[in-house]
């Protein structure tokens, strides 16, 4: 077992009827089959483009946070197949719970905020058509409105997302890790990473992750230093993005996530620190 860290749909055929089909004529070539597992909570501005992006998928389904907008509506329009189900904070039992629904041999794991470029969905196409079973990773690029940063904290990452849907289950709280039997292979082409569409949306989503990085780390019972992870930790944060990680090279947005990275740090392990000192003195 490995572990890893972390639309408009016509059903033609049935994803056990592609399956049957390859087994009683070997000869004829059958792609094997596609579900992609999408999470989603109030995400009406991206929804759409994202089923879009994956409609050569034989199966797309959304498991719904109970979302408060037109998320649920937008999806069932453009073809998903729609589960509503709370996920509490927890990602990781969310998404096992999305592959346990998935009826097609391989599953596409996908964020609401991304999208499968055109030459990557070709690839995964003649992968499925093609290739051995594998854990596949994929190089995605981040976007920060009008910005296309590079470097530092937007600097593209892999992150392991397509394979045989048998044997898979996912763990963790917050940034969850899939495990999985398979040997890990690249794909050459990339996805995309909307992560913000503005300034109140990165701030919202910074104080949901600081707040619930923190119970993950009370969770597991990790402990907390005013000198290491609070005073000190946030400083190597800043100069990790900003100079290692090139992020000087993207000019005024570069240093701006940069400093952002550093309160990052320092918030969570600041919410953690409070977490055991629930008398609220320092």
Known sequence: MRIVAGY??????????????????????????LSVL???????RNISDCIGSVAFADEIIV???????????????????????????????????????ARCEWILFLDAD???????????????KYGQPAAYWIQ????????????GT????????????????????????????????KLRHPMYHYTYDNWDQYFGKFNHYTKLSAEKYRKAGKSVSFTKDILLRPIWAFIKVYIFDKGFLDGKIGWIFAVNHYFYTMTKYVRLYYLYKSDGKL
């Open 154 to 185: 937007l600097r593209p990452d892999f992150v392991c997302r397509l394979m045989p849907a048998a044997g898979v289950t996912v763990e963790g709280y917050v940034h969850p890790a899939i495990l999985h039997p398979y040997q890990d292979k």
């Open 8 to 33: 408009r749909v016509k059903y033609s055929k049935s994803c056990f009827q592609t399956a049957y089909a390859a087994h009683s004529n070997p000869k004829v070539v059958i792609m094997s089959t």
């Open 114 to 128: 991304e999208r499968i470029s055109p030459e990557l969905a070709e690839e995964i196409k003649t992968t499925l």
């Open 140 to 151: 995605r690029h981040n976007r920060f409105h009008h910005n296309r940063a590079t470097h």
């Open 63 to 101: 498991i719904d946070d109970f979302s408060t907008d037109r998320t649920r509506q937008l999806a069932e329009e453009a073809g998903a197949r729609v589960i509503q189900r709370s996920m509490s904070g927890d990602w990781g039992g969310q998404q096992t719970f999305a592959v346990e629904q």
């Open 38 to 44: 999408i999470l989603a909570r109030n995400e009406e």
